[in-house]
């Protein structure tokens, strides 16, 4: 199981990035595939969720409803994070995640810096 998560950079306070997390090992269809973050001297938080694809059902944490949307691409086992109107707040490593029916996998993160 692979979980290969792309797309972080440095962008200014109200920019845009896409975060993909492109997967191999499983049966990207049947799960659901999670976003997470973690800044500098916190607690590893979860973000955003979407469902496997007989629901593709989304959730949200508080803090990004409205900005972020999560999204899957089952041709390409990928999932995406599209955030807009980032913050400052916003800035951490960023993590996609999947628990099968005995393990849970974590990408490898990728950064995201949002700074004037």
């Known amino acids: 199981v692979q979980l290969q998560a792309s797309g972080g950079g440095l962008v200014q306070p109200g920019g845009s990035l896409r975060l993909s997390c492109v997967t191999s090992?499983?049966?990207?269809?049947?799960?659901?595939i999670g976003w997470f973050r973690q800044a500098p001297g916190k607690e590893r938080e979860g973000v955003a969720c979407?469902?496997?694809?007989?629901?593709?059902?989304?959730y949200y944490t508080e803090s990004v409803k409205g900005r972020f949307t999560i999204s899957r691409d089952n041709a390409k086992n990928t999932v995406y994070l599209q955030m807009n109107s980032l913050k400052p707040e916003d800035t951490a490593v960023y993590y996609c995640?999947?628990?099968?029916?005995?393990?849970?996998?974590w990408g490898q993160g990728t950064l995201v810096t949002v700074s004037s």
């Open positions: 979407i469902s496997s694809s007989t629901d593709d059902n989304t």
């Open positions: 090992g499983f049966n990207f269809d049947y799960y659901a």
């Open positions: 995640h999947v628990v099968l029916t005995t393990s849970r996998y």
